[in-house]
């Protein structure tokens, strides 16, 4: 059996000799077994052979901080080499924090770890961060603040300081590459003098000749100011991005690094710890659990994996495979291979497996199991999601969240199980031309996707966030409805959005891609589809003037080496997603204007509401609501506010919160990551008649419908109305400039006062705009739509591309609108119908 991928567990603790150096620690520690991909594959790290100088007892560093590996095939949590200290960085001080809470004298963990002594570096704002990358990338030295501390203190937070600059700037290069060429630009730009004060102004003038300073060398106050100015700004839309990338990855970067015991010093100021599994066995679900790794007979994993042992693997699972020496690639023969585990390939995998075909499914992602997965944010976020989760539209109007791991989007979504609505599923099948969702067959199919899913609908107790929504939406005497789960009534699990620890929640990994691997289908991970393979189609065939035979993938192996695989298959199927699946067959070669258009997000818009503990501003002081709001089942209550539009509660760790809230000033940033754990949020999601496009892999261009922006505006207000009829002591939006109504005392007037101020405005790049905001989106539609020609779609009602026989897609891509519900049953739902109709081609020989 191919080594599994690294563990999502946090290592035990290291112990070292209080003397050793952060290098040092680094050629000393070690990890298990579990946490490597291929161990004797991977070459050892090399380190420079001399360190940084040696520092006294008093100074010594901390345990080394862990920091999700940007390198697929590494260990997952990678021990920061010279990372240094497990303070956080001397650029990310002050982003919200102006004094780290170890450094408070009333801090609570002031005695843990000591007190330290206050250096002009740790009160840098925010604006530092720009100021470090920008100066150790020109000119390679630390900044003349930092030159001005004690030599000793200064070549430890130079250990600390570099390389964590390094880490942020690699996530920097994960934006579209416009945002990152701004960056790049206007960093330069404030490396000198003269750029500075063309962009801050009378903020750098000094004294002193030559009475202009660089941005590094203006007091913090200033470059306080500085951002202030960027955020608003209306024109120069380049400074209000560059302080929108920046604060989005300084403060995700900072709520989210964790020492080896998994933990971050921030995390107690906050009220937060990274919840425990406590769920009791005896539940009544422990009959229904998963196996440890229920694919592991089926699982390839390539990454382990060298030219011999790949080959080698492929055979035990019984394929045909066939290796060439005059080709660079192997041919591997099948009866259907599919390109995606989600949803849609995970339902397609099941259904083709059990009708006796032979089943290989490509995913790019690795395999996790609920043993694997820790509920820390910032690795789990790194490993299971496109982007590592920074993934945004190319104009900055939306974050896009959607899954890359074995499972796709059911590992780690919030569990909603709700039906297709039948408004849906007539105007499909009437304006559309659509029948397969008017059908018995559909409504059979959702039927059968809830039953082998085990879908829920009672809930026996509710987070934090859910009570929130309940009791906002019966004070007002609006109807709340509870909303289904894939898991058992008592799951209260709060960190599903990071892949279930329980195992409790049943995505496509535990259930319809076990169904197919114990029927024999084959799951290669690691593995990247590049191009469908097709070929001329006979004239008159069908109408298609191609035919495909099958698929290119490729996989990089433990030995580093880059192979390409042919997979040779009657049926061909793209299941994987509506971001991914518009480039996979473009780059195919085939034409079609509707692929890559029509795309579809379910776009949120989200309101907070600060519920402090004893909050005597709640209706009933007797019933206070208590938890915090990381506890608990994500969705479990829903409240609609039209046909188009739902108010439903997300998930947000410390590191997604941080980087989505308002910046008004590092004390604003500090005292709204104070209240994070009793702060509650609730969104508004339209079905959107607005339609982006796919223009690439990781290229997105969307905008909202001046329709879709006025329901976000009516749901965002109905949110607000229920957040402060639920007894929250402070409201408020998203919007950059922290728009917020105190509730004490408020009457009628001054709530619709405040409300008539709600609006919901475009992204940060859009010029001329004082106040900007930034859409998230989870489900993701349309981008392949199903048509009843080529005219209205990329697909037919089959699934099948109109221009290459044998081509289907089958996932949330092809359907012909967004649902305006959480979209996985319709999805596994279709996916069951179409892969119901490929099975029987297949048997009556109708696919060749």
């Known amino acids: 059996m191919a ?33 490597v991909v291929a161990r004797s594959a991977i070459p050892p790290r ?18 080394p901080l862990l920091r999700p590996s940007l390198v697929p095939g590494l260990p997952l949590l990678r021990p920061s080499t010279a990372l240094g200290p497990a ?57 003349s603040e930092m030159r001005k501390q004690d030599a000793k203190e200064a070549r430890c937070d130079w250990v600390v300081g570099s390389r964590s600059d390094k880490d942020v700037a690699e996530l920097v290069t994960r934006c579209v590459w416009e945002a990152v060429v701004l960056v790049n630009i206007v960093l330069w730009i404030l490396s000198t003098k003269v750029g500075t004060l063309a962009l801050c102004g009378r903020l750098c003038v000094t004294g002193k000749f030559p009475y202009a300073c660089k941005f590094a060398d203006m007091p913090v106050e200033r470059r306080e100011e500085a951002l202030k100015r960027w955020n608003k700004a209306r024109w120069l839309f380049p400074l209000k991005i560059t302080f929108v990338v920046i604060k989005i990855l300084s403060h995700y970067t900072f709520y989210t690094m964790v020492n080896e015991n998994s933990d971050n010093p921030c995390w107690k100021a906050i009220g937060y710890s990274v919840p425990e599994l406590d769920e009791p066995r005896e539940n009544g679900t422990e009959a229904s659990r998963p196996s440890p790794r229920p694919l592991d007979n089926g699982i390839v994993e390539t990454r382990g994996l060298n030219d011999t042992t790949l080959l080698r693997s492929l055979t035990d699972k019984g394929l045909a495979v066939k290796q060439d020496a005059s080709s660079a690639h192997h041919t591997v023969r099948c009866d259907a291979v599919i390109v995606g585990s989600g949803c849609g390939g995970g339902v397609a995998a099941a259904v083709l497996a059990a009708a006796g075909h032979k089943v290989i499914v490509v995913e790019k992602g690795d395999y996790f199991t609920a043993t694997d997965y820790s509920s820390v944010e910032g690795p789990s976020m790194d490993r299971l999601y496109e982007k590592g989760g920074i993934f945004c539209t190319s104009d900055v109007t939306a974050i896009l969240f959607t899954g890359a791991t074995v499972g796709g989007g059911s590992a780690v979504n919030w569990s909603a199980c709700i039906r297709t609505p039948e408004t849906v599923t007539r105007e499909w099948a009437r ?33 934090f966030q859910n009570k929130v929504l309940r009791r906002g939406c019966e004070a007002l005497g609006l109807r709340a409805d509870a ?31 076990a169904d197919a691997v114990a029927r024999g289908a084959v799951v290669l991970t690691g593995c990247k589809a590049e191009r469908f393979v097709l070929e001329c189609n006979s004239p008159g065939v069908n109408g298609r003037s191609k035919k495909c035979v099958g698929l290119m993938a490729t996989c990089v192996g433990s ?79 829903m409240h609609r506010v039209t046909d188009r539009t739902i108010v439903e509660t997300p998930a947000l760790g410390p590191g997604c919160f941080a980087s989505l809230v308002p910046w008004e000033s590092g004390r604003d940033m500090k005292d709204r990551m104070r209240r994070y754990a009793r702060t509650a949020h609730a969104f508004a999601l339209v079905r959107d008649r607005g339609a982006g496009h796919v223009d690439g892999e990781g290229r997105v261009r969307y905008s909202p419908s001046k329709d879709d922006v006025d329901e976000l505006r009516d749901g965002l207000r109905r949110a607000l109305r229920v957040l402060v009829a639920a007894g929250a002591a402070e409201v408020g939006t998203h919007r950059s400039d922290g728009l917020r109504l105190r509730c004490k005392g408020v009457r009628d007037e001054g709530l619709e006062a405040f409300l008539d101020e709600v609006t919901v405005e475009k992204g940060p790049m859009h010029p001329g705009r004082e106040n900007w905001n930034l859409l998230c989106s989870a489900h993701q539609m349309g981008s392949c739509r199903m048509g009843s020609s080529p005219k209205d779609g990329a697909v037919d009602g089959s699934g099948e591309s109109w221009e290459a026989e044998g081509l289907y897609v089958c996932d949330g891509s092809l359907l012909p609108t967004a649902v305006g519900v959480n979209p996985m049953i319709t999805i596994q739902s279709i996916a069951y119908c179409l892969s119901k109709g490929i099975a029987e081609s297949l048997a009556q020989g109708k696919i060749q």
């Open 3 to 35: 080594p599994g991928p690294p563990s999502l567990l946090p290592p035990p603790v290291v112990a070292r000799p209080p003397s050793l150096l952060p290098s040092e620690v680094a050629r000393t520690s070690s990890l298990p077994a579990s946490f």
């Open 46 to 63: 090399v380190l420079p052979a001399a360190g940084p100088p040696p520092l006294p007892s008093s100074m010594t560093p901390e345990p």
């Open 87 to 143: 303070a956080p960085p001397h650029f990310l001080h002050g982003i919200g924090l102006l004094h780290m809470p170890w450094q408070r004298p009333d801090s609570a963990m002031a005695t843990r770890f000591g007190r330290r002594k206050e250096a002009p570096a740790a009160a840098l704002s925010l604006a530092s961060s720009i100021w470090a990358r920008c100066e150790s990338r020109r000119q390679g030295r630390r900044s």
């Open 431 to 463: 304006e559309h031309g659509l029948p397969v969702f008017a059908s018995a067959a559909y409504a059979e199919a959702m039927d059968a996707v809830c039953a082998r899913l085990a879908v829920t609908e009672g809930c026996r107790e509710e987070g």
């Open 483 to 513: 909303v289904p789960r894939n898991s058992s009534a008592g799951h209260f699990c709060g960190s599903c959005h990071l892949g279930c620890p329980t195992g409790d929640k049943r995505g496509t990994d535990t259930t319809w891609l």
């Open 559 to 637: 030995d580093g080496i880059t192979k390409k695989l042919r997979i040779e298959a009657k049926v061909s199927i793209a299941a994987c997603g509506a971001l991914m699946t518009p480039p996979l067959v473009r780059n195919s070669g085939l034409k079609n204007r509707h692929i890559g258009r029509n795309l579809h997000l379910h776009p949120v818009s989200m309101a907070w509401g600060y519920f402090p503990e004893n909050n005597n501003n709640q209706p009933e002081p007797q019933a206070q609501l208590t938890g915090k709001c990381y506890e608990g089942g994500i969705i479990t209550t």
